[in-house]
């Protein structure tokens, strides 16, 4: 997507030097620095992952499947894989993409001679970015259709929330909740989205609407706890939200709060609207083997300085950090919820809409 008019993806290999490295947008300066970092060692993909320099289970699988392509410049052993494979999935545990990626980029590396390990690890990676960019633009063909036919019925522009950041940030490029809202900006279907800020980290004021607003789309950013008024108030005509784990039952696990905006949007049609809720999910993040997504999935639990520390510019222009809590307050910081399938409309697939109770019909072409 476009950065001052620019096309860059989220994260690309140059080969330009003696060894090859892994360059990245590093979304913990953003919206206020857009800064590349070079990545150069399985170490430092495994900070840039832990630290959220790069995050959104898309991008953190890619990203991690490039940490597995570093970690043979030292060494391609089987052990010494393994082991860097289990490094990185341990980095975090609840966007399934990570395991997805690094499992195949494991599977295809152990299959082959040793002396064949290096090169064929860059270019499966390479291919795993590829992909995303094809899945994501799927979502996006469909996502379109579901906006258009709105926009044929209600004849205006068409108000969509996202919470968090699924938009190309989160992914290799053109995002998975945001695909359908770039798809039917550039098709001329006018979009308006609102951005849940996203407490505590802020992915949807610092990330989703940095990004809307480099590539044009109308947005409004608005607190975390407005969604459910704004959608009372018939001023929300779909939800739409990206998944870090969807289970073959159509549970969502999203980021924390998503559970609450489906709860709302369920709840809409008591005072006459009938929200949707979509979460838009490529295959690499439905984990097939599960079944109850609240039981189940493991939902990462962050540092509490997340919550207390907040960052932002100052009137000054300097970028600085300060603490919002009383001194030795106690923080919970879940950074992930489920939403049970029962609330979600449809799961937009790069294989189409599903309702979440027929998700069992799509092809398993990622397993
Ligand atoms: O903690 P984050 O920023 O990695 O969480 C990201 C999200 O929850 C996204 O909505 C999700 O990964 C979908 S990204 C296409």
């Keep these: 997507m476009l950065v001052d008019n620019q096309h860059y993806r989220t994260i690309w290999p140059n080969s330009s030097g003696v060894v090859p490295v892994v360059e990245i947008i590093d979304q913990t300066r953003l919206p206020h620095e857009f800064k590349i970092v070079e990545i150069s060692s399985l170490e430092q993909m495994i900070g840039a992952i832990k630290t959220m320099q790069v995050r959104g289970a898309p991008l953190i699988g890619a990203a991690a499947a490039y940490g597995m392509a570093l970690a043979i410049l030292s060494e391609s052993s089987d052990e010494y894989l393994q082991l860097s494979a289990q490094r990185l999935i341990a980095s975090r545990p609840t966007a399934v993409n990570l395991k997805w990626a690094v499992e195949r980029m494991l599977n295809h590396l152990l299959a082959l001679p040793v002396p064949e390990r290096l090169q064929a690890a860059w270019i499966e990676a390479a291919l795993i970015c590829e992909e995303d960019i094809l899945l994501n633009r799927a979502i996006g063909a469909h996502g379109l259709q579901l906006i258009d036919r709105m ?29 359908p809202v770039y798809a039917a900006h550039n098709a001329g279907v006018s979009v308006h989205v609102w951005v849940d800020e996203t407490r505590p980290r802020n992915q949807g004021a610092s990330l989703t609407a940095w990004e809307l607003a480099q590539h044009g789309v109308p947005y409004t950013v608005i607190c975390d706890n407005a969604g459910g008024h704004l959608m009372q108030q018939g001023q929300v005509d779909m939800v739409i939200v990206g998944a870090d784990r969807v289970t073959a039952t159509g549970d969502v696990c999203n980021k924390i709060g998503t559970y609450l905006k489906a709860l709302a949007a369920v709840d809409s049609v008591a005072f006459g609207h009938q929200v949707p809720f979509y979460a838009a999910v490529p295959s690499p993040t439905i984990d097939w083997s599960l079944r109850d997504g609240v039981s189940q999935i493991e939902i990462e639990e962050r540092h509490a300085d997340e919550l207390a520390w907040m960052s932002g510019r100052l009137a000054s222009g300097e970028i600085a950090s300060v603490n919002v809590l009383p001194q030795g307050a106690r923080v919970a910081n879940p950074a992930f919820d489920v939403t049970p399938a029962r609330l979600v409309t449809g799961i937009i697939t790069e294989q189409g809409v599903f309702a979440p109770d027929q998700l069992h019909m799509m092809q398993r072409t990622h397993l």
């Excluded at 926009?151 to 695909?179: M, P, Q, S, Y």
Aim: hydrophobic fraction near 45%; glycine fraction near 6%.
């Design 151 to 179: 926009r044929n019925e209600k004849l205006r522009t068409i108000n969509i929330l996202t919470h968090c950041n699924a938009g190309w940030l989160a992914t290799v490029d053109f995002g998975t909740a945001l695909a």
